[in-house]
């Protein structure tokens, strides 16, 4: 289950106050994400949240990844990124 989570994945929250909330991960840590959106979670101040309470929505964008992994990555292409993902899974679910 670890092996599908990776650094600039996408992940959806199915537990919590936050259910249903799309999230990028940040870091990963044995059994729990760090997770970033850009606006409430910004890089700064991640969601510390158990890996069973999460979901995968897709996999990591390789640009996102190496942005987060250089450290080079700000808040307003996090959220860029999400909404980007939202709208296409809408326009998908639409047709």
């Known amino acids: 289950m670890m092996n599908e989570f990776q650094v600039g994945g996408y992940v959806n929250s199915i537990a919590g ?3 249903g909330k799309c999230y990028v991960i940040f870091q990963i ?3 729990y994400l760090y997770l970033v ?3 409430i979670r910004t890089l700064d101040h991640p969601k510390k949240k158990k890996i069973k309470h999460v979901t995968m929505l897709a ?3 390789p640009e996102i990844k190496e942005k ?3 450290h080079s990555i700000k808040n307003e292409e996090i959220k860029r ?3 980007m993902l939202l709208n296409r899974k809408s326009s998908k679910e639409a047709k």
Do not use: P, Q, R, V
């Open 17 to 19: 106050h936050d259910s």
């Open 59 to 61: 996999g990591a964008d």
């Open 68 to 70: 987060i992994l250089n």
């Open 81 to 83: 990124t999400i909404k």
């Open 29 to 31: 840590d044995h059994e």
């Open 37 to 39: 959106d850009g606006k």
